[in-house]
């Protein structure tokens, strides 16, 4: 079963508290009951769309889609009127699942089906799906036109949440704790399906404060999931952060976490972080592990059943030097099975010999630890015959005291093809001068990779997880 913790038979007992969040706290068999009766009311659609706030009656929806074999398809509560009317013509989703009180949503001519969680079914049985049965319909972030709809199987997500939790050694004895979307891989899949299939029981705290990080680290939470924009807020309040100290595992993903943050967050925790990898349409591929090496800048290993390649632009193999960029391709059984509609996409996005390219650059080195160092698109930079990656820049950029954060890309250049520009963000009361900077990088990394200018700004523009849209800060 997918679910494994909801499994009438798993263990043979029901946590009195499986999740909580929203501040309403459900035990297993009322999850499992209220999604069986939903189940039973949309077993023969064609897919579920759901307005995911970060609320029980949304995790009662997903869990009812995954009992009736139902695609799911989350929609951010904060789409806009185009992006919302975009997802749920695209899915052909006939349903479209929401909260008491919020029956005025505009559904764009689907049905709104408002979720009951207090409904009960206890002797509701589903047949289990086929493996290769889509899960979910996840929509990307549409940075490149607009969003398209990724096909996650369900075998996808067992192979994925079973890899993690090989990996973070995660099993029913651990509380997660995060207050992440969810309407994506990193806050649904992982910080809700994860907790049900492994048996732990989840807490999501609304918005991920470090005030409530830190009360729950308290209350006896062990695995903690993060992007980089709430780790830097947690490090930057020191008692929030040595609350976490009791923590067993402090997650990081979505976006490189600053080697300045990994650093503080062990001092002030004496828990260095592990950072993974991955993106909608792979999930998770890499990540360190809980037994291993967790090193600042590194995404760790492929988990079990993944395997992944560098590939130069002329096809060819990059080596696993630690140094050369390449492409990063990925194999393995949690990629998706391709984009709704899209067969142009498809062909664009899988190899000949069947390999997914992510689109990311990144470098292995030869102890198979692997870096990213952005996206093919906006973070591999060619300046004077040189191939730069943007995120090495940006780390270093980091290591300087003055700096908040960076964001580098690629200027057009008449002499050098792409010159390197770094718009930073410096720390309050701090104010180092652009030579000061670029001398500072030149003395870190090779010569051609320091910035040719920098740009001091007050914030980046970013998505809903914490990317940097970099096209938007060029613009």
Request: glycine fraction near 12%; include cysteine; charged fraction near 20%.
């Amino acid at each position: 079963m997918l679910l494994s913790a909801l499994d009438a038979e798993w263990g043979g007992t029901d946590c009195p508290v499986a999740i909580r969040i929203d501040g309403v706290a459900m035990s297993r068999a009322e999850l499992r009951s209220a999604a069986g009766a939903l189940a039973g009311r949309i077993a023969d659609a064609s897919a579920l769309a759901v307005l995911a706030r970060p609320t029980a009656e949304t995790v009662v929806a997903v869990v009812a889609g995954l009992l009736a074999g139902v695609p799911v398809v989350p929609v951010p509560p904060d789409a806009g009127p185009a992006e919302r009317g975009h997802i749920l013509r695209d899915s052909g989703a006939p349903l479209f699942a929401v909260a008491p009180g919020e029956e005025g949503e505009d559904a764009h001519g689907a049905e709104i089906l408002t979720v009951d969680r207090t409904a009960r079914a206890p002797g509701a049985e589903f047949a289990e799906p086929p493996a290769s049965a889509t899960a979910f319909v996840l929509y990307t972030s549409g940075t490149t036109g607009a969003p398209k709809g990724v096909l996650i199987s369900r075998r996808a997500i067992a192979a994925g949440l079973d890899g993690l939790a090989d990996a973070w050694a995660w099993t029913r004895r651990d509380t997660l704790v995060h207050g992440l979307p969810l309407f994506h891989v990193h806050g649904l899949i992982l910080g809700v399906l994860g907790a049900l299939r492994t048996g732990s029981r989840l807490v999501h705290t609304g918005r991920p404060t470090p005030a409530a990080y830190a009360a729950e680290a308290r209350a006896g939470g062990t695995l903690f999931f993060g992007v980089p924009t709430v780790w830097s807020r947690v490090v930057a309040d020191e008692e929030a952060a040595r609350a976490l100290a009791g923590a067993r595992l402090l997650v990081s993903g979505s976006a490189p976490l600053p080697v300045t943050v990994f650093t503080r967050l062990a001092e002030l925790t004496g828990k260095r972080p592990v950072e993974r990898y991955g993106m909608t349409e792979t999930l998770i591929t890499l990540s360190t592990r809980a037994d291993g090496e967790r090193r600042p800048g590194s995404v760790g290993l492929p988990i079990a059943g993944v395997r992944t390649r560098l590939v130069g632009e002329d096809g060819l193999p990059v080596p696993h030097d630690g140094e050369t960029v390449g492409e990063l391709q990925v194999d393995g059984p949690t990629v998706c099975g391709g984009y709704l509609g899209r067969p142009d996409a498809d062909a664009e996005s899988w190899t000949a010999d069947g390999w997914f390219r992510t689109g990311d650059v990144a470098v292995i080195g030869p102890d198979g630890f692997h870096r990213i160092v952005g996206r093919a698109s906006v973070d591999l930079i060619k300046s004077g015959g040189f191939r730069i990656g943007a995120g090495e820049v940006e780390a270093a950029l980091r290591d300087h005291e003055g700096v908040a954060d960076a964001a580098v890309v690629g200027a057009p250049d008449e002499d050098l093809g792409q010159a390197v520009v770094a718009y930073v963000i410096p720390r309050e009361g701090s104010a180092p001068s652009e030579e000061r900077l670029i001398a500072f990088v030149a003395e870190r990394l090779s010569a051609h990779k320091r910035p040719r200018r920098i740009v001091f700004v007050d914030d980046f523009p970013r998505n809903a997880m914490g990317k940097v849209l970099k096209a938007r800060l060029t613009a």
